[in-house]
Nanobody, 129 residues
Framework: QVQLVESGGGSVQAGGSLRLSCVVSGYTISGNCMGWFRQAPGKEREGVAH????????YYAESVKGRFTIARNNAENTVSLEMSSLKPEDTAMYYC??????????????????????WGQGTQVTVSS
């Protein structure tokens, strides 16, 4: 049974930082694409960042570029999302996801959520102004 469990969310003021973690069990992330998505109330799910199976290629949505950093630890079977300079518009539920492919796919619209096979339950991030 594959499980992805996110943690690290919380409430912070604008300009603050948070570090999200995703612990994966029942599935080896090594060599496979991992991503973070978010969804705010009333909005569509948005791809935030992904990292390919080799760890050498990453992608960030324009809205978070320069502020968020995705990383993977294959030995611990975890993926993280370091978030800094947080803005109120970053408020959302954040989800970790795993895709059974090595190379993460990006379309003209950004990350392709259909590529991902496994999802976590999410962790809430709330940024106040």
């Amino acid at each position: 049974q594959v499980q992805l469990v996110e943690s690290g969310g919380g409430s912070v003021q604008a300009g603050g930082s948070l570090r999200l973690s995703c612990v994966v069990s029942g599935y080896t992330i090594s060599g496979n694409c991992m991503g973070w998505f978010r969804q705010a109330p009333g909005k569509e799910r948005e791809g935030v960042a992904h990292i390919d199976g080799g760890g050498g290629s990453v992608y960030y949505a324009e809205s978070v570029k320069g502020r968020f950093t995705i990383a993977r630890n294959n030995a611990e079977n975890t993926v993280s999302l370091e978030m800094s300079s947080l803005k109120p518009e970053d408020t959302a539920m954040y989800y970790c996801a795993a895709a059974r492919v090595r190379w993460c796919r990006t379309t003209a619209a950004g990350m392709d959520s259909h590529e991902y096979n496994y999802w976590g339950q999410g962790t809430q991030v709330t940024v106040s102004s």
